[in-house]
């Protein structure tokens, strides 16, 4: 099996840039907190009403620089009552569902957050900009999945 | 040619696949006017049966189809005729495939399915849904048994040598979709057909769409890979040359078996219930499965360099104007070939991780799949059934043939270009995948994605009529070839099936032994899979009850 | 290793800078969609 010289070239140049974007994906992930969204903690999707965080479902604050947002969704909406948050701050974003698969998904940020019955999807990010955020789902849920949006104020 | 049952088999194949390219593609016209506001669907049928159909029927059974036709006439022709068995157990497989496909598309177009070709639990279908999808699997397992017990017979009486190389490449192909099924079979026999006909009350979701992950991508490799057979053996013939390298090509596909199943995690990395690190660890295999694919680009143009200096091109570029453009068959997967070349760059994107944010579920990976499905694997079927059908029906491929031959595919470039473009960038600005409408209410940011000149409705309209008119060109040519134009009877009118030579005199006789590939294969995939998934069936949350929200 | 799978002597410099432009169409697309995630 031999490697003509130009091929050893253009793999080796192929295999280091891989490298490098795994690299760089990486470090960035895990030294400084850029993971995609996700988390370990389940829930009953029968009871997500009666369990915290989502029996008191919007914007609670947990201290002076960190807000949770507890959003619970379903065909076809979010019940996430007066959604307003500060720019410049954590924001913790927990999401469930009580029916079918949804996501959560804040236009032009890097919240996109699969929803999964049975699981809380966990993404915490920090708005930049006040102004009016599309909210919407981008996983079909059914007939009515693309009415499904909602809209967040950063102030 | 090959023997006259053999054929038959292989244009049953062939012309199943095309009725389902004719339901599809119209179901994909359909789709670009209510989306642009310019359709009103009937009140029996709704976008999203539309657009299961549309996926189910291209994606799956357009390709899987058209697959076995290949493989069928290649195996007859590399490795002989049909035995007696090959053939009933290659009828067999073809017929419970189809009866799985007739009942996965009654059920769908009776409305008891509109659950996307993904069908991602709580989503509810009717039960005879989930048995249709399994019967089309388990067909395609006879059918593959069938080639596999072929081949077998061909190695018996040919004992110590390596086996042709379309034989090995259609094996490979074969050996990775029967690994990567056990997937979604497990999935839909222990976890969706119990749960959809009652007979359990609730459903693993998360555990239900790793296993369909876990069979989702392989199932990509599973339509690439017979494009890349079309690449690695037919093109050398038709530019008159050899492989470029016979060790090379199957080294690159023995990776494929390696590391195009341990990395389904890539299509979750925004989901709960896999931890970061499961997440990252098939990030870093799915780049495993990139390096197979950069050695085919090298070899690729390393056989176009060479075909064109022999032909007298010189300098750095001159061997690129001597390639065979006037060659329809040779043009059409040149095209396939250039548009993979953004595919795959994209593809890299998908899975890098945190990147994949930005582009999940939003139109980017509809313009994704249709720069990698839709026209590297698509175009270069359509290439390859410009001559496998003439091939098959002994039938004239007339001169007519060959002009609309050149229409369809430069219609097709030019619509998926707009098409793909258009969904790309729309995709970036954040535009949602699968929705029917993305208006949201006049809501200014959505009004905003739509507003430039190529990210418009209007460009994916025409876009995807332009696509429509060409798939309707193709089956013109399909119905010509298969049952109208004038027989072949001179020596120089008979289509020939073009199959390189290769040299394997110095190809290593390890790479065809395959238990070392299937034991890496195995032991990659627990490594890759085994831990999380025991965490999702120890620690599961209770599951959900089924839902028809539609 | 026999001479017929030898690619040594074969004039391959337009394959090398083509497979270059792969690269580069590769890179400038990861880096582009790199900068956005960055930006948001």
């Known amino acids: 099996m031999h490697l003509h010289k130009f091929e050893k070239i253009w793999l080796t140049f192929g295999i280091v840039a891989l490298a490098v974007f795994l690299g760089v994906v990486g470090v960035s992930a895990f030294s400084q907190d850029h993971t995609p969204a996700g988390g370990m903690d389940t829930i009953d999707p029968k009871k997500v009403n009666e369990t915290a965080p989502f029996d008191k479902p919007g914007?609670?604050?947990?201290?002076?620089?960190?807000?949770?947002?507890?959003?619970?969704?379903?065909?076809?909406?979010?019940?996430?009552?007066?959604?307003?948050?500060?720019?410049?701050k954590e924001i913790i974003f927990k999401v469930t569902s009580t029916d079918v698969v949804h996501s959560f998904t804040i236009d032009n940020t890097k919240v996109n957050m699969m929803v999964v019955p049975g699981r809380i999807t966990t993404k915490s990010y920090t708005f930049d900009k006040p102004g009016k955020y599309l909210i919407l789902c981008n996983e079909y849920c059914g007939t009515g999945h693309h009415m499904m949006f909602n809209e967040i104020e950063v102030y | 040619m090959i023997a006259a049952q053999d054929r038959k088999i292989a244009l049953w194949n062939i012309g199943v696949a095309y009725t389902a390219f004719?339901?599809?593609?119209?179901?994909?016209?359909?789709?670009?006017?209510?989306?642009?506001?310019?359709?009103?669907?009937?009140?029996?049928?709704?976008?999203?049966?539309?657009?299961?159909?549309?996926?189910?029927?291209?994606?799956?059974?357009?390709?899987?189809?058209?697959?076995?036709?290949?493989?069928?006439?290649?195996m007859s022709k590399s490795l002989g005729a049909f035995g007696p068995k090959v053939r009933l157990f290659s009828w067999i497989g073809f017929w419970v495939t189809l009866l799985g496909t007739v009942m996965a598309t009654v059920m769908i177009v009776s409305g008891e399915a509109s659950v996307l070709y993904t069908f991602y639990a709580p989503l509810k279908g009717s039960g005879w849904f989930y048995v249709g999808l399994a019967l089309v699997i388990v067909g395609t397992w006879i059918s593959s048994f069938a080639l596999v017990g072929h081949y077998i017979v061909w190695r018996k009486t040919h004992k110590g040598e390596l086996s042709p190389l379309f034989a090995f490449m259609t094996?490979?192909?074969?050996?990775?979709?029967?690994?990567?099924?056990?997937?979604?079979?497990?999935?839909?026999?222990?976890?969706?057909i119990p749960w959809a006909f009652g007979w359990t009350d609730t459903i693993n979701v998360e555990l239900s769409r790793s296993l369909f992950w876990y069979f989702g991508?392989?199932?990509?490799?599973?339509?690439?890979?017979?494009?890349?057979?079309?690449?690695?053996?037919?093109?050398?013939?038709?530019?008159?040359?050899?492989v470029f390298s016979d060790s090379l090509a199957r080294l690159s596909f023995v990776l494929f078996i390696l590391f195009s199943i341990p990395v389904g995690f890539h299509h979750q990395l925004t989901e709960p219930g896999i931890s970061n690190f499961w997440k990252f660890l098939q990030v870093v295999l799915t780049f495993m499965v990139i390096i197979p694919s950069l050695m085919t680009a090298f070899s690729m143009f390393a056989t176009f360099e060479i075909s064109g200096r022999k032909k007298g091109g010189t300098g750095l570029f001159g061997w690129f104007k001597k390639l065979p453009w006037k060659d329809v068959r040779f043009t059409s997967i040149f095209i396939a070939m250039a548009?993979?070349?953004?595919?795959?760059?994209?593809?890299?994107?998908?899975?890098?991780?945190?990147?994949?944010?930005?582009?999940?579920?939003?139109?980017?990976?509809?313009?994704?799949?249709?720069?990698?499905?839709?026209?590297?694997?698509?175009?270069?079927?359509?290439?390859?059934?410009?001559?496998?059908?003439?091939?098959?029906?002994?039938?004239?491929?007339?001169?007519?043939?060959?002009?609309?031959?050149?229409?369809?595919?430069?219609?097709?470039?030019?619509?998926?270009?707009?098409?793909?473009?258009?969904?790309?960038?729309?995709?970036?600005?954040?535009?949602?995948r699968r929705t029917a409408y993305s208006g949201y209410n006049g809501h200014e940011s959505a009004l905003e994605w739509f507003d430039g000149i190529l990210t418009n409705h209007v460009t994916m309209a025409v876009g995807g009529s332009i696509l429509f008119l060409s798939?309707?060109?193709?089956?013109?040519?399909?119905?010509?070839?298969?049952?109208?134009?004038?027989?072949?009877?001179?020596?120089e009118e008979?289509?020939?099936?073009?199959?390189?030579?290769?040299?394997?005199?110095?190809?290593?006789?390890?790479?065809?032994?395959?238990?070392?590939?299937?034991?890496?294969?195995?032991f990659l995939i627990v490594a890759a899979y085994a831990i999380p998934l025991s965490h999702m069936i120890h620690h599961a949350p209770p599951g959900s009850e089924g839902f028809k929200t539609w | 290793m026999s001479k017929k799978d030898d690619h040594a002597n074969v004039d391959l410099r337009g394959t090398l800078i083509s497979v270059f432009f792969v690269g580069v169409v590769i890179v400038a697309m990861w880096v582009i969609v790199y900068s956005m995630y960055v930006a948001r």
Not at chain 2, 42 to 69: C, E, K, N, R
Not at chain 2, 172 to 191: K, P, S
Not at chain 2, 369 to 392: D, E, K, N, Q, R
Not at chain 2, 511 to 517: A, K, M, P, Q, T
């Open chain 2, 22 to 74: 004719l339901i599809g593609t119209l179901c994909g016209l359909l789709q670009v006017f209510i989306r642009n506001d310019a359709l009103q669907l009937p009140a029996w049928l709704d976008y999203y049966q539309i657009l299961t159909a549309h996926g189910v029927l291209l994606a799956l059974i357009f390709t899987t189809f058209f697959i076995f036709g290949f493989f069928i006439t290649g």
């Open chain 2, 494 to 522: 008979i289509v020939e099936f073009p199959m390189a030579e290769s040299d394997k005199e110095s190809t290593p006789k390890w790479l065809e032994n395959w238990w070392i590939w299937i034991g890496i294969a195995v």
């Open chain 2, 339 to 432: 548009f993979f070349i953004p595919g795959g760059a994209g593809g890299i994107i998908n899975a890098s991780f945190q990147l994949n944010e930005v582009v999940h579920n939003t139109l980017w990976i509809v313009g994704h799949f249709h720069i990698t499905v839709g026209t590297p694997v698509a175009m270069t079927f359509m290439g390859m059934t410009f001559w496998l059908i003439p091939y098959l029906t002994g039938r004239k491929f007339t001169k007519s043939m060959q002009i609309l031959g050149f229409v369809q595919i430069i219609t097709w470039s030019i619509g998926m270009l707009l098409m793909s473009t258009a969904q790309h960038v729309l995709g970036l600005l954040g535009a949602p």
């Open chain 2, 171 to 192: 094996i490979t192909t074969i050996i990775l979709w029967i690994i990567a099924c056990l997937g979604v079979v497990a999935t839909v026999l222990f976890q969706y």
């Open chain 2, 217 to 242: 991508h392989p199932l990509v490799y599973f339509w690439l890979l017979p494009a890349y057979m079309a690449w690695y053996v037919i093109v050398p013939k038709l530019l008159g040359v050899k």
């Open chain 1, 59 to 88: 914007v609670t604050q947990l201290d002076d620089d960190t807000y949770q947002v507890a959003i619970v969704a379903m065909a076809f909406g979010y019940n996430a009552p007066d959604l307003k948050v500060p720019a410049g």
């Open chain 2, 471 to 491: 798939a309707m060109i193709l089956i013109y040519i399909v119905v010509m070839t298969m049952f109208l134009s004038p027989k072949a009877v001179k020596p």
